[in-house]
């Protein structure tokens, strides 16, 4: 069984630097498209990110210049990694595998 577990979300002040992994075990990384979503609290769900099996990237425009998805194929983990966090970036973010697997979300507060 497929499992995804994010982590490395807290509280960070405008303009600074967050790093979110997604570990994911039963499978390995290489095998999917895996992306980021976020949702803030009375919105939808949005699309962050997408990384495919072949490593091209997609970013959301609102993210575009300031996010980086990657993958390390030996640690089994898909990084999102966030820059010049602005406070509309606050939300729980969460990983997938080919929109399949789902982890369970880790939050992001943006705040002075």
């Known amino acids: 069984q497929v499992r995804l577990r994010e982590s490395g979300g807290g509280l960070v002040q405008p303009g600074g630097s967050l790093r979110l992994s997604c570990a994911v075990s039963?499978?390995?990384?290489?095998?999917?498209?895996m992306g980021w979503y976020r949702q803030a609290p009375g919105k939808q769900r949005e699309w962050v990110a997408t990384?495919?099996?072949?490593?091209?990237?997609d970013y959301a425009d609102s993210v575009k210049g300031r996010f980086t998805i990657s993958r390390d194929n030996s640690e089994n983990t898909v990084y999102l990694q966030m820059n010049s966090l602005k406070p509309g970036d606050a939300a729980v973010y969460y990983c997938?595998?080919?929109?399949?697997?789902w982890g369970q979300g880790t939050q992001v507060t943006v705040s002075s």
């Open positions: 039963g499978n390995s990384v290489s095998r999917y498209t």
């Open positions: 997938h595998a080919n929109l399949d697997y």
């Open positions: 990384l495919t099996r072949s490593d091209s990237a």
